[in-house]
């Protein structure tokens, strides 16, 4: 049976991987981007509340994955209330992230707004929460190595998970059942960060000294408990951060 699905996010990173694989699987995918892109494409902002009840009309699956550093709790509340209108949509599936409940920083209490949003819609919903995807890290790395000294934050660990395995668990869980809270989806390893750091270094050639910080405060405290880690009942994907990083296409794509 055909499906029309509405993706938000579908433009970035996690989307651009979840869209293709939805059409493959037979279904009608719109995306929604803040950006006029053509056929196949809505526009709208999910923050701003624009163009949100013609992106969701007539749809029955809405995958949200649209974010951004500020107003994802704004964004769901708003994509949340236009999908519960619409009539049509039977499952809403958003994508979280590990330790939403447990660090006590902006983006992940943001997160959590943005899932207690969805798990009250009312609509039948799935909600998976995934680690850091490769492209993130390495991202991050990128920009600490514009440093001549690299900060490496002591206790901080991190299970760095592939964005092609969260767009294909998404895509099995969005052509499923509505499922509520699935287990937390996490890449097969936990690493220190000088580990990632060293790894990144490597493949790219570079040399830095590190530089040990200590995150202050109350987050810090829940990075080295290990509070945005999941360790048990998870489910994990296949690709390492040393398959990533060998892979030139990851990288290239991210
Ligand atoms: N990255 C991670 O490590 C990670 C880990 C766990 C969970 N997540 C969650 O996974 C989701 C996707 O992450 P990502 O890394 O793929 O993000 P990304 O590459 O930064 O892409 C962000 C997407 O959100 C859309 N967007 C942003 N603000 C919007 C707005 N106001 N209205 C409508 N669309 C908006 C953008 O579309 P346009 O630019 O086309 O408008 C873009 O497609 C996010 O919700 C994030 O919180 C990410």
Redesign the pocket.
Known sequence: MTHTILV????????KRVVPLLRAAGHRVRV????Q?GADYVT?????GEGIQAAVAGVEIVVH????PK??DV?ARNLVRAAAGAGSVRHLVY????GADRVPLGWFRT?LAAERAVTGSGLPYTLL?????H??VFGMLEKMAKLPVIPNPGGLRLQPVD?RDVAARLAELALGAPAGRVPDLTGPAVYKMDELIRGYLETQGKRRPLLPIRIPGKAGRAYRAGENLALEGTDVGERTWENFLADKDSVATR
């Not at 929604?32 to 950006?35: E, N, V």
């Not at 709208?44 to 701003?48: I, M, S, W, Y």
């Not at 929460?129 to 995807?133: H, I, L, S, T, V």
């Open positions: 938000t996010g579908g433009t970035g990173t996690l989307g929604l981007s803040r950006h892109r709208g902002d999910l923050v701003a994955l649209a974010g951004g107003g994802d964004a994508i979280s992230v590990v997160a929460r995934a680690a850091q995807f492209e993130i964005s």
